[in-house]
């Protein structure tokens, strides 16, 4: 299993995180973005620059991935994705996303496209707290306890 990371809108706090699981658990963690970021030096941890473009690092990771491999992201589209092929997704505030729950997410997700397309400001999320922090990391470690 490796993880994947959809960097390029991951907030450092959750990158942080992920940089203690790899060096902890051994656990191959590739961060997917088109723009240089500074990771620690470690051999479990990665940088994968891609292309600028609309969904070129999305595309990259699912064409990556294999089966039973964690992907985070928040990008809705890019977990249906992952979960389709077999994989695992959990977003930066703690929520796993299933194959019973990422049609319903998916559905919302483009429901609320097509009101901020017909004008409607539908507001955007609130800013990640440490109660979204410590989700992620409990979502995190239920996750790796259940793969063991």
């Not at 809705?76 to 979960?83: D, G, K, M, N, S």
């Not at 997704?89 to 319903?104: C, S, V």
């Not at 901020?116 to 995190?140: C, E, M, V, Y």
Request: with cysteine; glycine share 6%; charged share 25%.
């Amino acid at each position: 299993m490796q993880i994947w990371v959809d960097a390029d809108a991951c907030p450092k706090a959750i990158k942080d995180i992920l940089f203690r699981v790899a060096e902890r658990t051994k656990i191959t963690t590739t961060l997917v973005a088109n723009q240089f970021l500074q990771t620690p030096p470690s051999r479990y941890i990665k940088l994968l620059q891609v292309a600028s473009g609309y969904d070129v690092a999305d595309n990259e990771i699912v064409k990556s991935l294999s089966a039973g491999d964690l992907v985070i992201t928040g990008d809705i589209p890019l977990a249906f994705e992952v979960i389709c092929k077999g994989g695992h997704a959990i977003n930066p505030r703690g929520e796993r996303y299933t194959q019973d729950t990422i049609k319903e997410r998916l559905s919302m997700r483009d429901f609320m496209d097509t009101l901020r397309g017909s004008g409607i400001d539908t507001g955007g999320p609130a800013a990640l707290n440490s109660k979204d922090i410590q989700a992620f990391a409990n979502q995190l470690d239920k996750f790796l306890v259940q793969r063991k």
